[in-house]
């Protein structure tokens, strides 16, 4: 799998994160089907984003249990 970050073409099939660089190498998509964003392929969400910001659906990487949303009160 190559790192959209950096191009190592090193990384193995199933790993999270590249091993170059650190970013996050799986692909984060709306789960709704009908939101205008899913129909682009140039518009994926931030790997870090727990929802959509077009229809607030959830994402695949909070679905799967990889990202949590972060408490921003907890960080002031």
């Known amino acids: 799998m190559i790192c959209k970050n950096c191009n190592c073409p090193d990384n193995e ?20 089907e009908d939101c205008v964003g899913s129909m682009l392929p140039q518009c994926e969400p931030d790997p870090y984003s727990c ?3 077009l229809c607030g659906a959830p994402t695949t ?16």
């Open 13 to 32: 099939e199933k790993a999270k994160f590249c091993r170059n660089c650190g970013n996050p190498l799986i692909i984060n998509k709306c789960t709704n």
């Open 51 to 53: 929802f959509c910001s």
């Open 61 to 76: 990487r909070y679905k799967e249990g990889i990202i949590e949303p972060r408490d921003y009160k907890k960080e002031e």
